[in-house]
């Protein structure tokens, strides 16, 4: 398995005001992914972060309201930007471990946006 | 869309077994099965996966039938921290379509 550590795991935002996430990994991981999960729903992926490359997201998602930094292959973040309450969500920084064919997920970072 | 189907909720008694369903009818030959729970508010824990064998480990047993359209998730004792929203999931193991989708889970609660 990975041990998986977010910060902030909590936070209240100002709306318009942007917010970083950081996940950092105990073991070296190629393939890093960002979720969402709003108040009540199911997790939505965000995007994909591949080390040494530029990151994948998904329908729906862009990269100037989500930027994506992947400098090693322990860490990542996520920044919010502009935020409005409808990003009140918690956000999930998961990895896959080489040779593992398994996803584990961090603790996740709850954001309300006042 | 998830490719998965499960019950909205389920309820088991403390100390019994937790028997949790889930269809997966249009699963292709090289997909996964994948199990997590989410305990409220927590990232969500991964608990197991087969392809088309029962497996078993410290958490729980996956049983998969023959034609690998469905799965059932079995918790052999359930405790009152066995409470949590079970996902079942269905994963190539390779590839650029490797992502989880996830659907809405099956809520269980585990009563004394």
């Known amino acids: 398995s990975a041990v998986i550590s977010q910060k902030p795991s909590r936070d209240i935002c100002q709306r318009g005001t942007s917010l970083t996430i950081q996940c950092q990994v105990d073991s070296q991981v190629t393939m890093m992914f960002w979720y969402r999960q709003q108040p009540g729903q199911s997790l939505t992926l965000i995007a994909t972060a591949n080390q040494g490359s530029e990151a994948t997201y998904e329908s729906g998602f862009v990269i100037d309201k989500f930027p994506i930094s992947r400098p090693n292959l322990t860490f990542s973040t996520l920044t919010v930007s502009n935020m409005s309450p409808e990003d009140s969500s918690i956000y999930l920084c998961?990895?896959?471990?080489?040779?593992?064919?398994?996803?584990?997920f961090g603790e996740g970072s709850w954001l309300t946006v006042v | 869309d998830a490719k998965t189907t499960q019950p909205t909720s389920m309820d088991c008694a403390e100390g019994r077994a937790a028997n949790l369903p889930c269809n997966h009818s249009t699963i292709s030959g090289n997909e996964y099965v994948y199990w997590y729970r989410q305990i409220h508010s927590q990232g969500p824990q991964y608990i197991i996966h087969g392809l088309k064998n029962n497996e078993t480990n410290e958490m729980a047993s996956l049983i998969i039938t023959e034609d690998r359209k469905s799965s059932t998730l079995i918790l052999p004792h359930a405790t009152l921290r066995d409470t949590a929203v079970y996902y079942c999931i269905v994963r190539v193991p390779a590839g650029n379509n490797r992502k989880l989708i996830w659907g809405l889970g099956t809520s269980l609660a585990v009563n004394p």
């Open positions: 998961s990895v896959e471990p080489q040779g593992v064919n398994t996803i584990y």
